[in-house]
């Protein structure tokens, strides 16, 4: 399955090396930032979102992976919320740090304090 990074070019070089970007063969990317809790993503995979709102409020949002692309200036992951099938992006830019107002967390892979936030979030 072909992927919106074949449409985008960036360095892979300078990417790889410094183990920030690296796409894999079976659909899935290595990615290392604060944004994302699983290091590696697949696309097609189910994916929490927990934005930070302003007035410390935080909203948790299930999405799907669809894709994802580097432009050499942010990564860029396209979602589909599951709950209303609406599509967009999120992303961040590299080489900044702590600068996403959202963290992708992977279903699997919950600390303490991520199931504290979904728990107050749905009430169960």
Same mark, same amino acid.
């Given at each position: 399955?072909? &992927?919106?990074?074949?449409?985008?070019?960036?360095?892979?070089?300078?990417? +790889?090396?410094? +183990?920030?970007?690296?796409?894999?063969?079976? &659909?899935?990317?290595?990615?290392?930032?604060?944004?994302?809790?699983?290091?590696?993503?697949?696309?097609?995979?189910?994916?929490?979102?927990?934005?930070?709102?302003?007035?410390?409020?935080?909203?948790?949002? =299930?999405?799907?992976?669809?894709?994802?692309?580097?432009?050499? =200036?942010?990564?860029?992951?396209?979602?589909?919320? =599951?709950?209303? /099938?609406?599509?967009?992006?999120?992303?961040? &830019?590299? +080489?900044?740090? &702590?600068? #996403?107002?959202?963290?992708?967390?992977? /279903?699997?892979?919950?600390?303490?304090?991520?199931?504290? *936030?979904?728990? *107050?979030? #749905?009430?169960?």
């Amino acid at each position: 399955m072909k &992927n919106l990074q074949q449409y985008y070019r960036y360095d892979s070089t300078l990417l +790889g090396l410094d +183990g920030i970007y690296i796409p894999q063969p079976d &659909n899935s990317f290595y990615i290392d930032t604060s944004c994302i809790q699983p290091k590696k993503l697949w696309i097609g995979k189910t994916y929490y979102i927990r934005w930070e709102l302003p007035n410390e409020i935080i909203e948790i949002q =299930v999405v799907k992976l669809l894709d994802m692309y580097c432009d050499n =200036v942010r990564i860029n992951l396209d979602v589909q919320d =599951v709950a209303t /099938l609406k599509k967009f992006t999120i992303n961040f &830019n590299l +080489g900044v740090v &702590n600068e #996403c107002p959202w963290k992708l967390i992977d /279903l699997t892979q919950f600390t303490d304090g991520d199931l504290f *936030e979904i728990e *107050e979030f #749905c009430g169960c």
